[in-house]
C-alpha cells in the first residue's frame, strides 16, 4: 500500500532547512512524543550496538539516547539540521541520508529511534521492511507517526476558507498498525491524543512553521494572502475552549518493541 499522499523529498528538506534555527524553540510537541518513546525503551547490553536516531532534526535526543549504551548516530534527509546539531555538539556522528533507503549493513543496528518522521514516506510498507532490515536480531524500535485526524481544527477551518486542503493527508490508527504488524517483529502499537492549546493564531502558525510542519504535498497557492489569514481567523475563533485558548488536536501513533532474536 502505498502513502496517501506523496512527498518531494527535496521540498519538504527545505521546509526543515528553514526551521533548522527555529526548531528547538518551538518542538514542544516533539519533545512530549519522544518522552514517551524513551520510556519504551531499556539500556542495551552489547556496547558496540549502534543506535540510530532516524529524523534527528537537531538531534536534541541525542545524550538521552546515549545514555542507553551503544554508539549514536544520527541521520536526517536535511543537512541544514545536522549542521545545527553539529554546531551544539562537534563530536556527533551524523549522516545525511532519506530514512526510506538507509546506508546500512544488514541487522548492524541495536536500537532504532524515529521520532514524528515516518509520516514523510512516500511507501509505509516499503520504509518499515527496510527498518526491519537493519535491526539486528534482538534489537529494538520506539517510532512515533502523526495520523489521520491531526491538526484539527485548523485543517477543517483552511478548508471553510477557501475550499482547499491545507494538510496532508495521513493514515488512520487502524491502517497504521496493519502495516506495522505486517512484519514478524514483536511490537505494540499506541494511539496518543494530544491537544495543544495557543493563545492566538499568529502563535499557533509560527509555531507549526517554526517546526517545519507548514509543508503540504499539494503545490502552495498564496497560502498567507492577508484575506484569506483574516477569514481564517475568525474561523477559528469560533473554537476557543472554556479557558479562552484556541486547540490543536493530535493524533500520534506510537510504535515499540522488538525483532525476536531468532527469525522464521
Known sequence: MKAISLYDKQRVARYFARAARTYTHYDRLQRGIADALVQRLRPLVAAESMVLDLGCGPAHHQE???????????????????????????????????????????????????????????????????????????????????LAGSLQPLGDCFTAVDGQRHTNQWLDFSAFMTEVQRLPWQVDCELLN??????????????????????????????????????LKQALEQHRNANGMLELHWRIGLLSGVKPIEEN
Open 194 to 231: 494530544i491537544v495543544q492549546e495557543f493563545p492566538t493564531v499568529e502563535a499557533m502558525l509560527h509555531e507549526l512553521k517554526g517546526v517545519g510542519a507548514n509543508y503540504t504535498a499539494r503545490s502552495a497557492t498564496g497560502l498567507y494572502g492577508r484575506e484569506r489569514f483574516l477569514r
Open 64 to 146: 538521552r539516547l546515549s545514555q542507553l549504551g551503544g554508539h549514536y548516530l544520527g541521520m536526517d534527509i536535511t543537512p541544514a539540521m545536522l549542521t545545527e546539531a553539529q554546531r551544539h555538539n562537534p563530536s556527533m556522528n551524523l549522516v545525511a541520508a532519506d530514512m526510506e533507503q538507509l546506508p546500512l549493513r544488514r541487522q548492524s543496528v541495536g536500537l532504532l529511534f524515529s521520532n514524528l518522521a515516518m509520516q514523510w514516506s512516500n511507501d509505509l510498507p516499503a520504509l518499515l521492511a527496510e527498518w526491519y532490515r537493519v535491526l539486528a536480531p534482538g534489537a529494538q524500535i520506539a517510532a512515533s507517526t502523526v
